[in-house]
Nanobody, 126 residues
């Protein structure tokens, strides 16, 4: 059973940067494809980015492409989300997730992820 904990959220001005971290434990984290999702107030949770278990493939939502970068350090069981050029509309709770199965391909569907962290708040002031 994989446990995930996000960190690195906070308050930042528009145009600024933050780096989120997701620490995994309790399982072979390096075998899971990992994803980041976010949920803004009053909206449904949406896909942000994903990285294949090997790190060899990444996928991004159009709204963050070119501004966000997902990476992973399998030796540390940690996934990162570097967020640059932040906008007010990026304000949300950000969730880290792990795929349901080992060695999965990247996906932007929530149903393909079976493990979730509690989330970390990111607030961008305009």
């Amino acid at each position: 059973q994989v446990q995930l904990v996000e960190s690195g959220g906070g308050l930042v001005q528009a145009g600024g940067s933050l780096r989120l971290s997701c620490a995994g434990s309790g399982g072979a984290v390096s075998r899971y494809t990992m994803g980041w999702f976010r949920q803004a107030p009053g909206k449904e949770r949406e896909f942000v980015a994903a990285i294949r278990w090997s790190g060899g493939r990444t996928e991004y939502a159009d709204s963050v492409k070119g501004r966000y970068r997902i990476s992973r350090d399998n030796a540390k069981n940690t996934v990162y989300l570097q967020m640059n050029s932040l906008k007010a509309e990026d304000t949300a709770v950000y969730y880290c997730s792990a795929s349901r199965w080992y060695y999965s391909d990247t996906s932007y569907y929530e149903r393909d992820y079976g493990y979730w962290g509690p989330g970390t708040q990111v607030t961008v002031s305009s």
